[in-house]
C-alpha cells in the first residue's frame, strides 16, 4: 500500500479529512429555519422556488420569489399589494385551500415600461417557516420571473413595497377575511 512507503502522506491526509469533517456542514434548508418571535420587517430570506399547480390534464409550473419571516404572516405580499394598488382582481382557491392565492391584473409598475403585469401573491405558515411570496405574468399567462431582465427589477421592487409599508394599516385585513369568510361558507 502507498500509505506505507509515504509515513507523512498518511498523517496529511489524516489532518486533512478530518479537517474537512469539522469545518463541513451541511446547509440547512431556508423553509426548516423557524422565523424570530418577534415581529420584523426585515426579510431573513429570499428564495425562488417552483409553484407547481395540477390541472386535469397538466401540470403547470412557475416562479415563486419567497420573502421569509416577513412581519410573521405569510399574508404580507397581499397586503402590500393592496396597500399600493386597491383590492384584488381576482381570488383563487386552488385544492380547495383556506387562504386564495389573490391576483391583480393589468397593472403597470415601472415609469419606463409601458409592459402590463398580473401580480399572484400567495404565501404558506407552517410550523417550519412562514414566508410571502409572488408570482408575476403577462396578459397570457407567460412567467416574467423566467425573463432575467424582469426577473432583476421585480424582486428588488417588491423587496422594496415590503420595507416600506405600514404593518399596522388594517384596512387590507378587513376586507381579506371578509372574502375568506364568504368563500368558506360556501
Do not use: Q
Request: some cysteine.
Amino acid at each position: 500500500m502507498l500509505l506505507k512507503h509515504f509515513p507523512k502522506l498518511k498523517v496529511i491526509l489524516y489532518v486533512i479529512i478530518t479537517m474537512m469533517m469539522i469545518t463541513c456542514k451541511t446547509k440547512s434548508n431556508v423553509s426548516d429555519r423557524k422565523c424570530p418571535s418577534y415581529v420584523s420587517k426585515s426579510i431573513k430570506n429570499i428564495a425562488i422556488d417552483k409553484f407547481k399547480y395540477i390541472t386535469n390534464t397538466d401540470t403547470l409550473s412557475f416562479n415563486e420569489v419567497k420573502f421569509y419571516c416577513v412581519n410573521n404572516t405569510a399574508l404580507y405580499t397581499k397586503k402590500v399589494m393592496f396597500d399600493k394598488f386597491g383590492k384584488w382582481s381576482k381570488e383563487i382557491y386552488p385544492n380547495n385551500e383556506m387562504h386564495p392565492i389573490l391576483l391583480w391584473e393589468n397593472l403597470k409598475l415601472f415609469e419606463k415600461d409601458s409592459t402590463t403585469f398580473t401580480i399572484a401573491t400567495l404565501g404558506d405558515e407552517s410550523f417550519k417557516t412562514i414566508y410571502a411570496s409572488f408570482m408575476v405574468f403577462d396578459s397570457i399567462g407567460n412567467d416574467f420571473l423566467s425573463d432575467i431582465n424582469y426577473k432583476e427589477k421585480l424582486i428588488p421592487y417588491f423587496e422594496d413595497l415590503i420595507k416600506k409599508s405600514n404593518p399596522k394599516r388594517p384596512d387590507f385585513y378587513d376586507i381579506y377575511w371578509k372574502a375568506v369568510e364568504l368563500e368558506n361558507r360556501k
